[in-house]
């Protein structure tokens, strides 16, 4: 069994970047699992973007972390953000769920990391919290 392909949205990128977060621990689990070769996580350029808008710092730790892949905005992400803004989704969601989706690189996608995994609801992917 392979490495599991996890992204991380904003509201995980905030609970890792912050310990006294009550999900700071749980977050942080996954990047012990990514440093181990278990996993290997995702960052969105634009969700971290988002994120640091809320938290400013945010963008700088998570770059600093050496197991955090970031995935810049492409053309494809913007086409599918294209979509989803106009179906309501927010800004700090939409590069998540594009890097999400299943892909040719990710035939059947990746884990999508947040707190919120309702704000994902009907969007094609498999949103999961850290405690489940």
């Not at 945010?58 to 600093?64: P, V």
């Not at 179906?87 to 998540?96: E, K, L, P, Q, R």
């Amino acid at each position: 069994m392979g490495a599991i392909p996890v992204v991380l949205d904003h509201t995980t990128a905030a609970a890792l970047y912050d310990p006294k977060d009550p999900f700071n621990e749980a977050v942080s689990a996954f990047y012990v699992q990514a440093s181990g070769g278990l996993g290997t996580l995702y960052a969105p350029v634009l969700s971290l973007t988002a994120g640091d808008a809320e938290r400013p710092g945010l963008l700088g730790y998570i770059k600093g972390l050496r197991f955090i892949r970031i995935e810049a905005f492409d053309t494809d992400a913007a086409v599918t953000a294209t979509e989803l803004l106009r179906f309501g989704h927010s800004w700090a969601a939409v590069h998540a769920i594009h890097a999400a989706r299943p892909s040719p690189t990710f035939p059947t996608g990746r884990f999508l990391l947040t707190m919120t995994p309702k704000a994902y609801a009907g969007t094609g992917v498999q949103a999961v919290h850290p405690d489940q």
